[in-house]
């Protein structure tokens, strides 16, 4: 089976602009979640989103937007990019939205703001 | 203070050497607990989870001390594949599936 899929797997932009990355979870699984790995730090929590809706948010600006559509795939948008946007940025599929629930990770969008 | 704290090293050690990493979390609310391996420039993979009466996989071994709020993992038998960065992962009750990482470990194994 296929695991989690991500795309693009890198991307430049500069300043002010949007971005725009997507995900496809591990078929079966409904919740996706969005991580922000900057270099030399572990990742850190944006998004989880379960049946299309969201159920949590960590501590982003407005700037980050996210929606999960009825085949369970994610996107996650970024505007009025900053140079301290840069980073990998994950995306986690499991199959519920429980706290025991195992989270797999795909290979990650890694995103350069010039 | 970071929710979850880990030395980030790097351990170098040679290669059939036993390692050890700790881990605190500051929340009390700390449900569930994993360790996370992560490779260069990689996506983290679930290593284990850990279980308050401690569990094992192979060489690896994983404890949980909820009282000191403490989590380590143990390597025994060091290969050169082990080299990488372990990430100390927490789950707060009623967060859902809200992981919080720690900002990882970085095991280097030489020959």
């Known amino acids: 089976d296929a695991g989690v899929t991500q795309s693009p797997t890198h991307l430049i932009k500069t300043r002010g602009q949007q971005v725009t990355l997507r995900c496809s979870p591990i078929s079966g699984h409904k919740s996706v979640s969005w991580y922000q790995q900057v270099l030399g730090q572990g990742p850190q929590f944006i998004f989880q989103y379960y049946e299309k809706e969201e159920r949590g948010r960590g501590n982003f600006p407005d700037r980050f937007s996210a929606r999960q559509f009825p085949n369970y795939s994610s996107e996650l948008n970024v505007n009025a990019l900053l140079l301290g946007d840069s980073a990998l940025y994950l995306c986690?599929?499991?199959?519920?939205?429980?706290?025991?629930?195992?989270?797999?990770f795909g290979p990650g969008t890694r995103l350069t703001v010039l | 203070r970071k929710e979850v704290e880990q030395d980030p090293g790097p351990f170098n050690v040679p290669e059939g050497a036993t390692v050890a990493f700790n881990c605190t979390y500051s929340n009390s609310a700390s449900q569930s607990f994993f360790w996370y391996r992560q490779d260069c420039r990689k996506e983290p993979k679930l290593l284990m989870s850990v279980y308050s009466s401690g569990n094992e996989d192979g060489r690896f071994t994983a404890q949980l001390n909820r009282a000191s709020q403490y989590i380590s993992l143990l390597i025994r038998d060091s290969k050169l594949s082990d080299s990488a960065t372990y990430l100390c992962v927490v789950n707060r009750r009623n967060a859902g599936n809200m992981l919080t990482f720690g900002g990882g470990t970085r095991l280097m194994v030489k020959p």
């Open positions: 986690a599929s499991s199959l519920d939205a429980g706290a025991t629930d195992t989270q797999y």
